[in-house]
T-cell receptor
Framework: DAKTTQPNSMESNEEEPVHLPCNHS???????IHWYRQLPSQGPEYVIH???SNVNNRMASLAIAEDRKSSTLILHRATLRDAAVYYC???????????FGKGTKLTVNP | DTEVTQTPKHLVMGMTNKKSLKCEQH?????MYWYKQKAKKPPELMFV???????INESVPSRFSPECPNSSLLNLHLHALQPEDSALYLC??????????????FGQGTRLTVV
């Protein structure tokens, strides 16, 4: 049980920003928020993770609400290659138990 | 080398067969994972090895038997499987350091069909 809630699907246009929400209202103080994505016919791929502060890397940004009960994965300019299922997970600090939620299927329109 | 290599890529086995899935990584990661994924569903965690010891077993039936012979290798031994065990089996690895878990790297998976 990933204890996260995500929309089943979202749609975006190419080169536009995409905001993928995740609800984790029962998160504890030591839980990290992780995002993975899975492209068709591939294994999941790490995207980003954070604890309290907003995080940026070359793939995306992670915005974490001040109360940490929700977070948003931001793809700044969606490309067709970003079409995938995006999974939001919470992992207790120091734990290796990575459990996936149901995920959001992102469709990117040309 | 940031690859997790799984073999075979495809496997068809009968319900009375014994087979093994193999996973290998050379990133020095000390946590290794097996997941099962059915079509259009998220990966389900099965087992986790940490420092070559089984640390998590998500109540997986005994017809699935994991083994971690060394820090680079992970096997999943299969025996007397059922058709509903047909799925994509994914292996992953991650670093463990200072009590913190880091990003997991996944293999491409083994597509298993039980006939």
């Amino acid at each position: 049980d990933a204890k996260t809630t995500q929309p089943n699907s979202m749609e975006s246009n190419e080169e536009e920003p995409v905001h993928l929400p995740c609800n984790h209202s029962t998160i504890s103080g030591t839980d990290y928020i992780h995002w993975y994505r899975q492209l068709p016919s591939q294994g999941p791929e790490y995207v980003i993770h954070g604890l309290t502060s907003n995080v940026n890397n070359r793939m995306a940004s992670l915005a974490i609400a001040e109360d940490r009960k929700s977070s948003t994965l931001i793809l700044h300019r969606a490309t067709l290659r970003d079409a995938a299922v995006y999974y939001c997970s919470r992992i207790q600090g120091g734990s290796e138990k990575l459990v996936f939620g149901k995920g959001t299927k992102l469709t990117v329109n040309p | 080398d940031t690859e997790v290599t799984q073999t075979p890529k495809h496997l068809v086995m009968g319900m009375t067969n014994k087979k093994s899935l193999k996973c290998e990584q050379h990133m020095g990661h000390r946590a290794m994972y097996w997941y099962k994924q059915k079509a259009k569903k998220p990966p389900e965690l099965m087992f986790v090895y940490s420092y070559e010891k089984l640390s998590i077993n998500e109540s997986v039936p005994s017809r699935f038997s994991p083994e971690c012979p060394n820090s680079s290798l992970l096997n999943l031994h299969l025996h007397a499987l059922q058709p509903e065990d047909s799925a994509l089996y994914l292996c992953a690895s991650s670093q463990v350091g200072q009590g913190l878990y880091t990003e997991a790297f996944f293999g491409q998976g083994t597509r298993l069909t039980v006939v």
